[in-house]
């Protein structure tokens, strides 16, 4: 069967509404699904996408049988457990959105920098976005492609090894940009300004970089008298103002960024519209994300890049932890080998309360617990769950969505030990890919 009769098959699936066409999509090659989305009309564009994202949802759920299956081998506690084939899902869909738009996407090692799992993640994303030396180095390294690197402020005697390892600077004053101009333009690297959008969205005002005050990005007012004198500088503008959110909140946002800055855009080559956008998650609403991109596209003429970092992981990974004692005061408390404090500290931070497989809310189930950490720090606390068995010592728990923002934050607070980091690749094998141990600590001292 030649190219041809493949996508006539495909396309007739797509229009005649069958569900088994998401695999069939992936397999293709670039050219060929350009080919295919070009032939779709907008009702099939609408199906292509709800079943890629059925499908997704599907084999997410099915993981956490596999999951809890692995929670109860003889595996050491507490590990974070990476699941490959649930990041390559993540990834599918962020082509797609690729596909759709021409948009490139970079991932943000902010978010998770497990390196074990780039090369299935560079084979679907353009490269990764760093917030320093360190970042950018990692990216160059393990991840290849492209690197682009936004600082608040640039330490002098890093920022020649910074250029080395990045493709983009992108600069949080102009101050900065006509200290560091020079060495950058003479290294051929482009130059971007992240700047305010003068609309902020999270929820939390610890994550809204819109917030007042906020030394993230240039305010308009400011930018206006900077732009004339370094517009011939600058390839690119900046803005990241989401936390967790759906396209809608986009669209506020870019609504904001072109009435202060879309005469400032012709002549760039590229607007990068930052992280946070969630499109993995199951609600998402990619057709509004695809129309929002297309249209600016459309209006200004240049690249668009999107910089998420917990789309790329999200629920692909858990952090599977032991029951050590349970001890009682006004309640049962389940003491586990995982802290809060140290493991996942976006728990207090946020705070939030992970979801933990096969439980429940508190007195939902029959047995109530508060599940918390072996440190110190009275607050070590995860949240109160109940079970339909009662805990014991020894007894497993599998709490989700712990790939993102916990292995690049934890610490070792009281001398307790990192989680182990295991990886289920493709082919189903299971590696723990590093362990923790005296040194680790020792060295940070």
């Known amino acids: 069967m030649d190219l041809q009769d493949i996508l006539k098959g495909l396309t007739g699936k797509i229009s005649e509404r069958k569900a088994d066409i998401p695999e069939a999509y992936h397999s293709l090659s670039h050219q060929e699904r350009k080919t295919l989305l070009e032939r779709l009309d907008k009702k099939s564009l ?142 051929g690297r482009e130059i971007g300004i992240r700047v305010n959008p003068g609309y902020g969205v999270a929820d939390t005002q610890m994550y809204n970089p ?112 032991s029951v050590l004692d349970i001890v009682r005061n006004v309640m049962d408390i389940a003491i586990i080998d995982a802290s809060a404090e140290t493991h996942m500290p976006d728990v207090l931070l946020m705070p939030y309360r992970p979801y933990i497989l096969s439980s429940a809310g508190s007195e939902e189930k029959r047995y109530t617990y508060r599940v918390a950490g072996p440190s110190c720090l009275a607050g070590d606390v995860i949240g109160d769950y109940s079970f339909d068995r009662p805990l014991k010592p020894g007894d497993r728990v599998v709490f989700t969505d712990m790939a993102l923002y916990s292995i690049v934050k934890n610490t070792t607070f009281n001398g307790i030990n990192l989680p182990d980091i295991a990886v289920i690749r493709k082919t189903g094998e299971l590696e723990v890919v590093k362990s923790f141990g005296y040194r680790d600590y020792v060295s940070r001292q």
């Open 46 to 187: 609408r199906f292509l996408t709800s079943i890629i994202k059925l499908n997704k949802k599907k084999r997410f759920r099915e993981s956490h049988r596999g999951f809890l299956e692995i929670s109860q081998k003889n595996i050491k506690t507490p590990v974070y457990l990476i699941d490959e084939n649930l990041i390559e899902e993540n990834m599918r869909v962020l082509r797609y959105v690729k596909d759709r738009t021409g948009c490139k996407i970079l991932h943000a090692l902010k978010a998770y920098a497990t390196y074990a799992t780039f090369p299935v993640m560079s084979l679907y994303l353009d490269g990764t976005c760093a917030s320093g030396l360190n970042e950018a180095r990692l990216g160059r390294e393990r991840f290849g492609k492209e690197v682009h690197t936004f600082a608040a402020a640039y330490r002098e005697n890093e920022f020649v090894k910074i250029l080395r390892y990045s493709d983009v600077i992108i600069f949080n004053s102009f101050s900065q940009l006509e200290k560091y101009y020079p060495m950058t333009k003479k290294k």
């Open 210 to 321: 819109c917030a007042p005050c906020s030394r993230l990005g240039v305010i308009h007012e400011i930018f206006q008298e900077g732009f004339q004198s370094n517009m011939g500088k600058i390839d690119g503008l900046h803005f990241h103002a989401l936390c967790q959110q759906n396209a809608h909140a986009l669209e506020r946002v870019l609504k904001s960024f072109e009435k202060l800055y879309g005469r400032y855009i012709k002549g760039l080559k590229w607007v990068n519209f930052g992280g946070g956008h969630h499109i993995t998650r199951d609600d998402y609403d990619i057709e509004l994300l695809i129309r929002l991109i297309n249209e600016f596209k459309d209006r200004y003429n240049v690249q668009v890049y999107l910089e998420p970092g917990e789309a790329s992981v999200l629920n692909a990974g858990v952090l599977i932890a």
